[in-house]
C-alpha cells in the first residue's frame, strides 16, 4: 500500500465516530469495558496522527499537505476535501492528545457510561473535523456538528445549573455560528465563480467594504468561541457545570476552535479588513487579560475562577494576531496549544479536588495539602506553567507575543506603549489569582469542618499518569519551544508576509484616510537600528 | 583548559539533575524516598560540591587571565527573528559561580542538622538544589531575556521555600506576597526589556549599552526616555534586592527554614539584583540621571532598613532588615558608579550574612529545645541571653559576623564598606552622610542583637514573658483577621504541637550547642568573614583589578593609597560603629541606660520604626484591599450588566422570533429567508459600493 495515497485525515476524522457507533453493542453493564474501548480507540487514533504527521508531513513546506478531496454533494458543489498546514497541524495533534487523556480522565463516570463514551468519541471527530476541513461548507457543518455532543455532555453530566448552561451554551454558539453561514456564502457566491474551497477563497479579491462586513460577522462567532468580552458569559457557567473530562475539552480544544479560524478566514482570507480590524483585536484583548484576571480574583467558586483564568490567557492570542509580526503570530500560535495543555492540566486537577472535597467554594476548603500531597505539587506545578513561569510553555508564549506587539511597525509608539503596559498588568494579576487560590485550598491549618466528613486521599496513578503526560511537553516546549514552533513557522512566515502587503497597500492607498491608531508608513524612531 | 569551558553548563545542570531525580523520586515513590534521607542528602550535597569544584577551577583559569566564553543555541525563532540562549563565563560569573556555590554547599551542610527531625527533609533538599541550578543560572546568562528567565525561576524557588512549612498560616501569606512583590518588579523589569529591545534591537548587555548610547548621544532617543527605560528594568532589582518601595516581602520571607533564609534571602538571591545592575552597567552608565536614582534608593533603603531594624525583636527579622540594608549599600555603590565596591560588598556581605544568618539557625535550633517549635517564642530575642555560656562556637562566629559587618577592621565588611563610603564621598556628601549615619546605626542594632542573645542571663524560662508574648500574637491574629475571625483551631493545634514535642523529647531548661554538621559550617564561613576582606584593600587592590566595569581597563593592581583620605574615611566610619557599640553595651550589656526609657521619650519615632515606617499597613489599604474591591466590582459588573446585557439581547431576539413564528409558518424557512436575505445583502451592499 502506498502510504502517500492512504487518506489519512479522512480516517483519523472517521474512526472515532464510527468506532463509536459500536458501542451499544459492548455487552457491558457497568462501563468497565466501555471505557477501555474508547481509550483504545482514542489512543489509536492519535497514533494514527502522529503517524501521519512524521511520515507524511514537511515542516518546511507552508502550503496545504496531506491534501484530500472528494465531491460529496455535486448539487450544492459540496466537497469533502481535508488538509493540514501549520495552522491546522499542531492543533490536529493537541486534539487528539487531549481527547485522549480526557477519556483516561473520565474513569471515574458512572452515569450512562455508554451514552458519555459514544458522545466523547463523537466529539473526537468533530474536533478533528474543525481544524482539518478546506471547505468552508464543511466547516460549518463540522462546527455546528461538534456542538451537539457537548451540550449533551453539559447537559446530562454537569452541575446543579447544568441545563441552564448547556442551553446558554447552544445559543451563544448557535447564534454565532450563524454569522459564519452568512458570511461563508457571501464569499462563496462574491465574484464571478461560486465555490466554497477555502484556498480558492482565500485568492478571490475582495472589495474592502465587503471585507470589513464578512470580517464582523466572522469576528463575532469567533468571539464566542475564544472567547473575547464581552461575548463570553457563556463561558464560566459552562465550565462551572461540566466534569472534569468535558471541562478538559473545553478549555483544550474548544476555544481553540475560536483562535484558528480567526487566523484562518479572517487573517488568511480578508487581510485588508483585518488591517482596520486588528487595532480593536488589540483593544479587546488588553480587555480580556485584565478584565478577565481581575473577574476571576473576586470568584470564589474554583471551576470559575479557572474558568475565567482562561479568558484572560486567550487575550494574548488577540493580540499575537492583531500584531503582524512572524513572532506575535508564533506567539498566538504557540500560546493556544501551551494553553491547551495548561488549561486541560488545571481543569483536571480541579476535578479531581472536588472528587474529594466535594465543594467548589474555596471558603470551605483550606489546609488539604497535608492529606493530599501529590495533588497539591501537581496543582502547584500547573499553576505556575499558567501564571507563565519561564521553563514552561506559557512563558515562551507570553513573551513571544509581547516582543513581536513591542516590535511592531504597523502601530504608533503610543499606542504600543499604553498595550504592552496594561497587558503586562496581567503579569501581576495572574500570580495574584493563581497564589491566592492554592493558598486558599491548599496551605494553613487543616480545615476540621472540611475533613471531618470527607476522606481525603492523595492523587491515584491514574490521575499522576494523566497530569505527567500533560506537564512533559509543557516543560519540553518551555525548555525548547521550536519542538512546536518549527511546525508552523514557515506558515505564519507567509501569513505575515500577505499581511506586511495588504498594510503597504492600504497604506499607499489611503493617505487621507488612515485608519484609527494606524500609521503603516512612520518607521519607528530608531529603527535602523534594529536589525 | 578549553573542556573546562565547554562542560561549563554543566554547573548549573548538575544541581537541576538532582533536583529533578529527587521530585519525580518524591512523587512516584514518596514513601521509599523519605526513608533514605541520608542518601538524598549526600548525593545532592556531592552534586553541588562538583559543581563548586568546576566554578573555582573556572575562577582560576580566569584569574590567569583567559579570555570571556560564550556558548549559544538558537532557542526560539520566527522569521528573521532569532532568540538565543547558552552561557558564559567571564570575571563577575566566575566570582559569583564561587560565591553562590560555596555558601549553598555549606547550608546544605547545615541543613542536615537544622531540618534533622522535619518530615519534608527530603524535599527540603530537592528545593535546595533546584534553587542552586537557577541562581547559577542566573550568573551564567549571556543576556537579559535569560537573566530573566532564571530570574523568575530563583523567585519561583523562594516561593517554594517561604512556603516550606504551608500548614503555617503566616508562610502561607508570606510565600505569596514574596512572589506577587517580586512579579511587580518584574512587570517594570519586562517592559524595561521590551522598551530597551525595541530600542536597540537586542538582549546582549553589551551591545544594548553600545546602541543605547549611540542613540542617547545623537538625541534619536531623549534622554528622559532612555531613563525611564533604565528606571523600569531597575524595578526589577528593586523588588528582588530589596530596596525600597518594593522591600516588603524581604522580613515576612523569615517564615522560611532558617537555611533559606541564610541561603537565599541573605546571601545569594537578593544578591540577584545587585548582579543584575552590575550586568546592565554598560546600559545604565549612559544614563546619569538613572544612576542617581539608584544611588538614593539604595541610601534611603539603607537607612530605612538600619532603623527599622532597631527595634525587632525577632532574631530573624532583625537580621532580614540588616540585609535590606546592606543590600542599600551595594545598590548605592552601583549607583555612584562605584562598580567594584558594590560587587566587593556582595561578596564580604554573602559569606558574613550567611554565617549570622546559620548562627541564628542555630541559637532558634538551641531555643527549641527549651520553648519548643514555636517560632513566636524560640526567635525572640527578648527570651534569650547568655546563650555564650551554653553554645559557644555559635557565639563566637556570631561576634566574628557582628564585628565584619559593623565594618571593625580588619573583618571583611570594613573594607568594602570603606570602600563604598569613600567612592560615596567622592560623588555627592549627602549620601555620604546617609550612609555614615546608616554605618552607626547598624553597629548600634548588631551589638543589642548581641548582647541580648549570648550575653547577660538566661532568660528562656521566665514563663511571664511567654506568655505576653503569645498574647501579643494573639492580638496581631485578631488585628490581620479582623475581630472575631481568629481562629480557635490555631490554638487547639499549637497545643497539640506541644505536646508532640513534650512527649518526643522534652524540654530542658538550658539550650545545647548545636551538633557538629551546623557548627562545622559556621567556622567555615568564618574565615572568609574574617580574611575575605583583604584581596581588595586600598593598599593592593587585587579585587578591582579582576571585577571592573566592562568598557574599563585596568592596568596591574591599583594601590595608590592617599593615607589622609584612607585615615579620615575609614576613621569616621570606624569612628561611628564604635559610638553605635558602646551606646548598645551601655543600654543592652550594663543596662546603664534603660531602653524603655528612651523609647518612651521618643515615642512617635519608636513607634515608626517598630512598626516598619508602617509600609505593610499602607499597602494593605492601598493596594490589597484596594485590588480586591476592585475585583469584586469588576465581578458584579461581569455578572449583571455584561451577562444580563447579552442574555436581555437574547431574551428580545427570542420574543420577537416567538411573536414572528405566528406570522411565518414554518420555522426552517423563517431562518433561510434570513440567511438568504443577509447574504443578498451584503453582496449586493458590496457590489453598490
Known amino acids: ?531 | 583548559m578549553e573542556p573546562l569551558y565547554e562542560y561549563a553548563w554543566l554547573i548549573p545542570v548538575l544541581p537541576l539533575a538532582g533536583a529533578m531525580l529527587l521530585g519525580l523520586g518524591l512523587i512516584s515513590f514518596n514513601k521509599t524516598v523519605n526513608q533514605i534521607r541520608k542518601g538524598s542528602a549526600v548525593f545532592i550535597v556531592s552534586l553541588l560540591g562538583a559543581a563548586m569544584v568546576l566554578s573555582f577551577l573556572l575562577l582560576g583559569s580566569q584569574i590567569q587571565g583567559h579570555p570571556p566564553y560564550t556558548r549559544l543555541i538558537e532557542w526560539a525563532a520566527a522569521g528573521d527573528f532569532h532568540l538565543t540562549m547558552g552561557y558564559t563565563v567571564d570575571h563577575l560569573t566566575a566570582m559569583m559561580l564561587v560565591i553562590v556555590t560555596t555558601v549553598a554547599f555549606f547550608v546544605m551542610i547545615y541543613t542536615d542538622g537544622y531540618m534533622a527531625h522535619d518530615p519534608g527533609y527530603v524535599r527540603f533538599y530537592a528545593y535546595l538544589s533546584l534553587f542552586s541550578s537557577s541562581m547559577l543560572g542566573l550568573v551564567v546568562s549571556p543576556n537579559l531575556l535569560q537573566v530573566y528567565v532564571f530570574w523568575e525561576l530563583v523567585g519561583m524557588c523562594s516561593y517554594l521555600l517561604i512556603g516550606f512549612w504551608y500548614d503555617r498560616k503566616a508562610a502561607a501569606d508570606a510565600c505569596q506576597k514574596a512572589f506577587v512583590t517580586n512579579r511587580v518588579g518584574d512587570f517594570g523589569l519586562l517592559l524595561g526589556i521590551l522598551a530597551l529591545f525595541w530600542a536597540t534591537g537586542s538582549f546582549e548587555f553589551d551591545i544594548m549599552g553600545e546602541r543605547l548610547g549611540e542613540l542617547v548621544q545623537t538625541g534619536a532617543l531623549g534622554s528622559g526616555l532612555a531613563a525611564l527605560f533604565a528606571i523600569l528594568v531597575f524595578l526589577g532589582p528593586v523588588a528582588k534586592s530589596a530596596q525600597v518601595p518594593l522591600h516588603v516581602w524581604l522580613p515576612d520571607a523569615m517564615e522560611g527554614p532558617t537555611p533559606i533564609s541564610a541561603l537565599i534571602h541573605a546571601a545569594t538571591m537578593v544578591a540577584a539584583g545587585v548582579f543584575l545592575i552590575a550586568r546592565m552597567y554598560p546600559v545604565f552608565e549612559h544614563v546619569p540621571s538613572a544612576m542617581n536614582v539608584i544611588a538614593w534608593t539604595g541610601a534611603v533603603t539603607a537607612f530605612i532598613g538600619a532603623t527599622t531594624a532597631i527595634t525587632q525583636n525577632d532574631i530573624k527579622k532583625g537580621l532580614a532588615y540588616s540585609t535590606m540594608s546592606q543590600l542599600g549599600y551595594m545598590v548605592m555603590a552601583m549607583g555612584v558608579g562605584a562598580y567594584g565596591a558594590g560587587l566587593f560588598h556582595l561578596m564580604t556581605h554573602a559569606y558574613f550574612k550567611a554565617m549570622l544568618f546559620l548562627g541564628s539557625g542555630s541559637v532558634i535550633h538551641g531555643m527549641e529545645a527549651v520553648v519548643g517549635h514555636d517560632p513566636t517564642l524560640a526567635q525572640d530575642m527578648r527570651l534569650m541571653g547568655g546563650l555564650r555560656k551554653y553554645m559557644p562556637i555559635t557565639a563566637i562566629t556570631f561576634l566574628i559576623g557582628t564585628l565584619a559587618i559593623c565594618g571593625i577592621p580588619p573583618f571583611a565588611g570594613f573594607w568594602s564598606k570603606d570602600e563604598i563610603l569613600g567612592a560615596t564621598f567622592a560623588a555627592n556628601p549627602a549620601l555620604w552622610g546617609i550612609g555614615w549615619l546608616t554605618a552607626g546605626i547598624t553597629a548600634f542594632y548588631m551589638f543589642r542583637m548581641y548582647f541580648s542573645t549570648f550575653e547577660g542571663s538566661f532568660r528562656g524560662n521566665d514563663g511571664e514573658i511567654k506568655r505576653q508574648l503569645k498574647v501579643a500574637e494573639l492580638q496581631r491574629m485578631g488585628l490581620s483577621l479582623g475581630p472575631g475571625a481568629m481562629n480557635p483551631q490555631e490554638l487547639t493545634m499549637d497545643a497539640e504541637v506541644d505536646e508532640h514535642d513534650a512527649s518526643n523529647h522534652h524540654h530542658s531548661s538550658s539550650p545545647h550547642e548545636s551538633p557538629i554538621t551546623m557548627t562545622l559550617p559556621l567556622i567555615a564561613l568564618a574565615i572568609p568573614s574574617i580574611v575575605i576582606g583583604l584581596v581588595g584593600t586600598p593598599f593592593a587592590n587585587y579585587f578591582e583589578a579582576f571585577i571592573h566595569p566592562p568598557g574599563e581597563i585596568i592596568e596591574g593592581i591599583p594601590s595608590e593609597v592617599e593615607w589622609g583620605e584612607f585615615l579620615t574615611m575609614g576613621g569616621s566610619s570606624v569612628g561611628v560603629a564604635l559610638i553605635g557599640i558602646t551606646l548598645a553595651s551601655l543600654m543592652y550589656l550594663s543596662r546603664k541606660i534603660d531602653p524603655a526609657a528612651i523609647a518612651k521619650q521618643i515615642e512617635p519615632l519608636y513607634k515608626l520604626s517598630l512598626n516598619k515606617w508602617y509600609f505593610d499597613d499602607v499597602y494593605e489599604v492601598l493596594f490589597v484591599q484596594g485590588s480586591r474591591r476592585l475585583a469584586r466590582q469588576v465581578m458584579e459588573v461581569d455578572l449583571r450588566i455584561v451577562d444580563g446585557f447579552v442574555n436581555l439581547a437574547g431574551f428580545v431576539t427570542l420574543v420577537t422570533g416567538e411573536a414572528l413564528k405566528y406570522l411565518e409558518t414554518g420555522r426552517a424557512q423563517f431562518y433561510a429567508l434570513i440567511v438568504f436575505g443577509a447574504v443578498l445583502g451584503l453582496v449586493l451592499l458590496s457590489g453598490v459600493t
Request: hydrophobic letters at 55%; aromatic letters at 12%; charged letters at 15%.
Open chain 1, 1 to 531: 500500500m502506498n502510504t502517500t495515497d492512504f487518506p489519512w485525515l479522512t480516517t483519523a476524522i472517521l474512526f472515532p465516530f464510527l468506532a463509536s457507533l459500536l458501542i451499544p453493542f459492548i455487552p457491558d453493564k457497568e462501563g468497565k469495558t466501555v471505557r477501555w474501548y474508547a481509550l483504545v480507540v482514542g489512543l489509536i487514533d492519535f497514533a494514527i496522527l502522529v503517524y501521519a504527521f512524521y511520515t507524511q508531513y514537511d515542516m518546511s513546506n507552508p502550503g496545504l499537505q496531506l491534501v484530500e478531496s472528494y465531491s460529496w454533494v455535486e448539487s450544492l458543489d459540496l466537497r469533502w476535501s481535508v488538509g493540514a498546514d501549520g495552522l491546522s497541524m499542531p492543533l490536529i495533534l493537541l486534539t487528539g492528545f487531549i481527547t485522549t487523556l480526557a477519556i483516561l480522565a473520565s474513569w471515574p463516570v458512572t452515569l450512562k457510561p455508554k451514552l458519555f463514551y459514544f458522545l466523547m468519541l463523537a466529539m473526537y471527530s468533530g474536533q478533528l473535523g474543525v481544524f482539518a476541513v478546506q471547505d468552508m461548507l464543511l466547516f460549518f457543518l463540522m462546527w455546528e456538528l461538534e456542538l451537539i455532543p457537548v451540550y449533551l455532555l453539559l447537559a446530562i453530566w454537569g452541575g446543579k445549573k447544568r441545563l441552564y448552561a448547556a442551553t446558554k451554551f447552544i445559543l451563544y454558539t448557535a447564534g454565532g455560528s450563524l454569522f459564519i453561514l452568512v458570511a461563508a456564502l457571501a464569499m462563496a457566491f462574491y465574484g464571478d465563480t461560486v465555490t466554497f474551497d477555502m484556498r480558492a477563497l482565500m485568492n478571490k479579491e475582495y472589495a474592502l467594504n465587503f471585507q470589513l462586513l464578512t470580517y464582523g460577522a466572522f469576528l463575532i462567532a469567533y468571539a464566542v468561541k475564544l472567547p473575547i468580552f464581552p461575548l463570553h458569559t457563556w463561558l464560566p457557567d459552562a465550565h462551572g457545570e461540566a466534569t472534569a473530562p468535558v471541562h478538559m475539552l473545553l478549555a483544550g480544544i474548544l476555544l481553540k476552535m475560536g483562535g484558528y479560524a480567526l487566523i484562518r478566514m479572517n487573517v488568511e482570507m480578508l487581510p485588508d479588513a483585518h488591517v482596520y480590524f486588528a487595532p480593536i483585536l488589540v483593544i479587546l484583548g488588553v480587555v480580556n487579560i485584565i478584565y478577565a484576571a481581575l473577574t476571576s480574583f473576586a470568584q470564589r467558586n474554583l471551576k470559575r475562577k479557572i474558568a475565567y483564568s482562561s479568558i484572560s490567557h486567550m487575550g494574548f492570542v488577540l493580540i499575537g494576531i492583531a500584531s503582524f509580526t512572524d513572532l506575535g503570530l508564533s506567539g498566538a500560535m504557540l500560546q493556544m496549544v501551551s494553553h491547551g495543555l495548561i488549561g486541560a492540566s488545571l481543569f483536571f486537577l480541579v476535578g479531581s479536588t472536588y472528587d474529594r472535597t466535594h465543594t467548589l467554594i474555596l471558603d470551605e476548603m483550606g489546609g488539604v495539602g497535608k492529606k493530599m500531597p501529590k495533588i497539591f505539587a501537581m496543582f502547584t506545578a500547573c499553576s505556575l506553567a499558567s501564571l507563565a513561569l519561564p521553563g514552561m510553555s506559557g512563558f515562551v508564549a507570553e513573551v513571544m507575543v509581547f516582543v513581536g506587539f513591542a516590535t511592531s511597525d504597523a502601530y504608533s509608539q503610543l499606542f504600543k506603549v499604553i498595550v504592552v503596559t496594561l497587558a503586562a498588568v496581567g503579569v501581576i494579576l495572574t500570580p495574584i489569582y493563581l497564589l491566592s487560590m492554592l493558598r486558599e485550598i491548599f496551605y494553613g491549618p487543616e480545615n476540621k469542618e472540611l475533613t471531618s466528613h470527607e476522606v481525603l486521599v492523595d492523587a491515584e496513578p491514574r490521575e499522576v499518569f494523566i497530569i505527567a503526560c500533560l506537564l512533559i511537553p509543557i516543560i519540553g516546549i518551555g525548555f525548547y519551544p521550536k519542538l512546536i514552533t518549527q511546525i508552523y513557522d514557515v506558515k505564519t512566515i507567509a501569513v505575515t508576509a500577505k499581511l506586511e502587503d495588504s498594510l503597504t497597500a492600504l497604506a499607499e492607498q489611503q493617505t487621507r484616510t488612515r485608519p484609527l491608531a494606524l500609521q503603516p508608513s512612520s518607521a519607528p524612531v530608531v529603527a535602523p537600528l534594529i536589525q
